[in-house]
């Protein structure tokens, strides 16, 4: 690690977490608790959230959350995404590392936070059939939407970038289950199967859309304002999500898979390249799980 330039890997560290040196403070108290949390070392959820290939599943998510028109508005009438949207994607980090590692106080108090804040994002989108509707971002058909193509994509990201999963892909989709209900979703899939058929319902019923705004959400998404070390491993990980999503979604977000000529690239060799150099410069336990794993060995528990 120490032969990584000291100013690339705080770039990364600081993309990923807002801190460019000593973790931020929120991981540190993972260590606090009185109960081991929704989820232990050796669960689905740790296995698939621990990996590098999160960084393309995020990528991922993000494109494809910005195919309902609901999500999208709220993004855009209510968040300051372009001007902080290494803010936003420090705020996004924290929920999820609360849920995966913290205790279950630490994870409904994230939740909370979240869904406190979601109360103001309300106002009005026209949906995939040309229809006006309101929205409020608390929604259960706007939080069911990010969800599942949350789910989707850091089991797809996992299953090309990552190990075994304790319990297959089912496990995963059953365990961050969890993570829906406290979000307020009532019925969210518990198998894959049954993620797939949602996510085919969705497309099936054309509550999806795709328009200008797409457009420019897309066009943000795959130059972000990150620090010019990090756009070329940036752009192999863009590349990757695309290679990782469905041909129907490609097409509705108006990509395609990197290409010289008629020749597909190496996206997926390259991107294994480019997320293992990560878990070089980062190392292999992220400063969250160390501390949960400390919380639950003065817990006692196994």
């Given at each position: ?70 999500v999208l508005a709220g993004v855009h009438d209510h968040s300051r995404f372009r001007e902080d949207a ?187 390249a480019t997320l293992a150099v990560v878990r070089l410069a980062l190392g292999r336990m992220s400063p ?15």
């Amino acid at each position: 690690m120490r032969n990584f330039p000291r100013e690339w890997q705080a770039e990364v560290k600081r993309t990923l977490t807002g801190s460019p040196d000593a973790p931020p403070e929120w991981m540190q108290l993972f260590a606090e608790g009185d109960d081991a949390g929704y989820f232990l070392p050796g669960s689905a959820v740790w296995a698939v959230h621990r990996g590098m290939p999160t960084l393309v599943a995020g990528i991922r998510a993000l494109l494809m959350q910005s195919l309902h028109p609901g999500v999208l508005a709220g993004v855009h009438d209510h968040s300051r995404f372009r001007e902080d949207a290494l803010g936003r994607l420090a705020r996004t980090t924290r929920w999820i590392h609360a849920v995966a590692y913290g205790s279950t106080a630490d994870a409904q108090a994230a939740t909370s936070s979240v869904l406190r804040i979601h109360e103001s994002v309300r106002g009005t989108y026209v949906d995939g059939t040309g229809a006006a509707r309101d929205y409020s971002a608390n929604d259960p058909e706007l939080l069911t939407w990010v969800h599942v193509t949350f789910v989707d994509s850091f089991l797809e990201a996992h299953k090309r970038w990552g190990g075994p999963i304790p319990g297959g892909p089912d496990a995963y989709v059953r365990e961050w289950a969890q993570a829906g209900r406290l979000m307020g979703i009532n019925s969210p899939p518990l198998s894959e199967t049954e993620l797939k058929r949602e996510l085919d319902a969705w497309f099936a019923t054309g509550a999806l859309r795709a328009d200008q705004r797409v457009a420019e959400t897309v066009a943000f998404i795959r130059n972000p304002p990150l620090h010019p070390s990090l756009k070329p491993g940036y752009r192999v990980l863009f590349q990757g999500a695309v290679l990782s999503l469905e041909p129907q979604y490609r097409e509705m977000l108006g990509l395609r898979q990197a290409r010289l000529g008629p020749l597909p690239l190496p996206v997926k060799l390259a991107t294994s390249a480019t997320l293992a150099v990560v878990r070089l410069a980062l190392g292999r336990m992220s400063p969250s799980e160390r501390a949960a794993r400390q919380r639950i060995r003065k817990l006692g528990a196994p």
